[in-house]
C-alpha cells in the first residue's frame, strides 16, 4: 500500500500562496493522489486529485512530479478560511476494492 | 442539494449503554461509508455499504458494533455497549458509485463523548 508523508504544520500568511507537500515515493503507476482538507468541527472535504499531470480547479492545483514519488497542493491566495487539516491520499486497492486511508494531514493556519 | 445529514451532533453516554448514529445520504448516492476519527488523527474507515450490502466491513468491531442500510439509503451506526475508548467523532460519508468512489462527501459527524 502506498503511503504518505506530510508534514504536522505549516504557517502562512493571508494572501500569500500556500504550498503543501506531500511524499508517496511508494506509490504504483495506476494510484492516483487525492487531497481532502477539514476545517474545524467539520467533516472532510474533497479538494483535488491527479495521476500524473497537473491539475487545476477552482479550489486549488495540484502539482505532481515527473517521477511521481511526490507533490504539491497549491492554494493560490490562501484565506483565513482556508485554515484546516490537509490531507494528501493515495488510494489504496484491496480485496475489498478501492478505499481512502487518511493519515495525520497537515495542520495549515493561515495567519492575518 | 442537502449535503450529507447525520444525527445527532453530540452525544454524551455512560459506558455501557448503546448509543446510535444516524446518516441520511446525497440523494442518489449509492455507496456509504462510516469512519471513525480519534482525536488529533484522521478518518478510518469502520465501513463500506454499496447499495444495501455491507461489501468492506473488516475494520468493524463486530463484537460491539453494527450497522444497517435498510432500502440503500439511510444508515445507522449501532455500538452496544459502549467502552470508554468509543470517545471519537463518527462520520458518514457517501459517493455516487463505485466508478466515482473515491470522490466522498461527508457528513459533519457525530462527536460521541462515552463517561
Known amino acids: 500500500d502506498a503511503k504518505t508523508t506530510q508534514p504536522p504544520s505549516m504557517d502562512c500568511a493571508e494572501g500569500r500562496a500556500a504550498n503543501l507537500p506531500c511524499n508517496h515515493s511508494?506509490?504504483?503507476?495506476?494510484?492516483?493522489v487525492y487531497w481532502y482538507r477539514q476545517i474545524h468541527s467539520q467533516g472532510p472535504q474533497y479538494i483535488i486529485h491527479?495521476?500524473?499531470n497537473n491539475e487545476t480547479n477552482e479550489m486549488a492545483s495540484l502539482i505532481i512530479t515527473e517521477d511521481r514519488k511526490s507533490s504539491t497542493l497549491i492554494l493560490p491566495h490562501a484565506t483565513l478560511r482556508d485554515t484546516a487539516v490537509y490531507y494528501c491520499?493515495?488510494?489504496?486497492?484491496?480485496?475489498?476494492?478501492?478505499?481512502?486511508?487518511f493519515g495525520a494531514g497537515t495542520i495549515l493556519r493561515v495567519k492575518s | 442539494e442537502a449535503g450529507v445529514v447525520q444525527s445527532p451532533r453530540y452525544k454524551i453516554i455512560e459506558k455501557k449503554q448503546p448509543v446510535a448514529f444516524w446518516c441520511n445520504p446525497i440523494?442518489?448516492?449509492?455507496?456509504l461509508y462510516w469512519y471513525r476519527q480519534n482525536l488529533g488523527q484522521g478518518p478510518e474507515l469502520l465501513i463500506r455499504y454499496e447499495n444495501e450490502e455491507a461489501v468492506d466491513d473488516s475494520q468493524l468491531p463486530k463484537d460491539r458494533f453494527s450497522a444497517e442500510r435498510l432500502k440503500g439509503v439511510d444508515s445507522t451506526l449501532k455500538i452496544q455497549p459502549a467502552e470508554l475508548g468509543d470517545s471519537a467523532v463518527y462520520l458518514c460519508?457517501?459517493?455516487?458509485?463505485?466508478?466515482?468512489?473515491?470522490?466522498?462527501?461527508f457528513g459533519a459527524g457525530t462527536r460521541l463523548s462515552v463517561l
Open positions: 491527479g495521476l500524473k
Open positions: 460519508a457517501s459517493s455516487l458509485d463505485r466508478r466515482t468512489e473515491n470522490i466522498q462527501y
Open positions: 511508494t506509490i504504483s503507476g495506476n494510484e492516483y
Open positions: 491520499i493515495v488510494r489504496v486497492g484491496g480485496e475489498y476494492g478501492n478505499k481512502l486511508v
Open positions: 440523494s442518489g448516492h449509492n455507496t
